[in-house]
């Protein structure tokens, strides 16, 4: 079978994304429309060939992607950007030449609950169990905002703790002999111990998946820092937006703690290759080059910036003067060197959004000064136009 534009690896020779409340998604990236609830199917390998994703299949083939499902890829691509099918999904996914009439999961990418340690700026109750009270708190305060926003994934779905039982978390087990590739997501993946015994019989199969994981190695106890430095195949990633005070408002933990953390598993693992990952957002958007230079001084060799443009009030779009930073970063990357840049176009390829209400982020700020104890604009003076 000969790939073309439309076709993505995800359905073809991939698999499936199972969010932290359950929902099984096309991709990571296809968060508007569920394909179905882990509880609800009795085998992921059956439900990967059900008639839903052989319908959606004969779609990619006859030379389109489906609006419904692939609606990101779609605007990315319409913007000029690079979309999900044409970028990490090629980069983690190699393509099958064989058109087969029946495929089996080669990628898993799942968190078994929302269990997490932090109540991050840009996060919700759906991603982290932290964020529940706090979400109430922002309804009762009147920030009706963040729960009617269109297309908002973070809170309107989602107000609990979730976990999967264990019934369903035996459907990750029995397809894990023959996937290639496992995405441990979140919530916090190391505050749920039963990715510990994941990673445990991981171990023990005849070829052991190669296990990428984002952590933001706040806290992360001695019993899993052994597992992932003696894992074989563990590509890990930390989650670390701006530094010292921005940082801890930003993600409400401890900078130095998570820094030293970083330099405890490279020296023990002797990886060199953490990456450091980043959202931008409109907290972080002013001081990226010096976030820049901190990280390089660290010891990092690889760096990543993602995509946060949700919920609209912490994007990096609210700033009407974003040209002026693209320029800049722009200029910056060019001399900026011996770290590898993963999606350097996060950075420099924004646009201003004109929809952004500005009292939505004021808003936002003040609750989480409120929460934070402290407020942010000492530390991003211009924050304060806002």
């Not at 190699?94 to 009439?101: H, R, Y």
């Amino acid at each position: 079978m000969i790939e073309t534009n439309s076709t993505c690896r995800m359905l073809f020779n991939g698999g499936l994304t199972i969010n932290p409340d359950g929902r099984i998604l096309l991709c990571c990236a296809s968060t508007q429309k569920e394909l179905a609830h882990i509880s609800d199917i009795d085998n992921l390998n059956e439900f990967y060939n059900s008639s839903l994703l052989n319908e959606i299949r004969e779609i990619m083939k006859s030379g389109s992607l489906p609006e419904d499902w692939c609606f990101s890829c779609i605007k990315w691509r319409e913007n000029g950007e690079r979309a999900a099918i044409d970028d990490w999904v090629k980069r983690e996914i190699k393509w099958n030449q064989d058109d087969v009439e029946y495929h089996i999961i080669n990628f898993l990418e799942f968190a078994p609950s929302n269990m997490c340690n932090q109540n991050c700026a840009m996060c919700g109750s759906v991603y982290s169990s932290k964020w529940i009270e706090w979400d109430n708190d922002a309804l009762e305060d009147g920030l009706t905002f963040r729960f009617k926003e269109k297309h908002q994934y973070v809170t309107n779905f989602h107000n609990e703790v979730w976990s999967m039982n264990d019934k369903d978390l035996q459907k990750i087990y029995d397809v894990l002999p023959n996937v290639k590739r496992i995405n441990l997501k979140g919530g916090e993946p190391f505050a749920d111990k039963r990715n510990y015994d994941l990673i445990r019989y991981c171990m023990k199969l005849k070829n052991p998946p190669i296990i990428s994981s984002t952590t933001n190695f706040s806290s992360i106890p001695n019993e899993i820092m052994d597992l992932i430095c003696d894992y074989p195949k563990f590509r890990m990633g930390v989650s670390i937006d701006g530094t010292d005070k921005v940082y801890e408002w930003v993600r409400g933990a401890s900078y130095k703690q998570t820094i030293d953390n970083c330099h405890t598993y490279m020296k023990r693992s002797g990886n060199e290759r953490l990456v450091a990952t980043a959202t931008p957002t409109i907290y972080t958007l002013y001081s990226l080059d010096d976030y820049m230079l901190e990280m390089k001084s660290l010891g990092f060799k690889r760096m990543q910036f993602m995509s946060c443009t949700s919920p609209k009030y912490v994007s990096v779009e609210a700033e009407e003067n974003i040209e002026n930073y693209n320029e800049k970063y722009k200029r910056f990357l060019a001399s900026y060197n011996e770290v590898d840049i993963i999606n350097p176009e996060n950075l420099y390829k924004r646009k201003y959004d004109v929809s952004i209400k500005k009292s939505h982020v004021r808003d936002w700020i003040e609750f989480m000064n409120k929460k934070r104890g402290f407020d942010i604009r000492d530390h991003v003076l211009e924050l304060s136009k806002f």
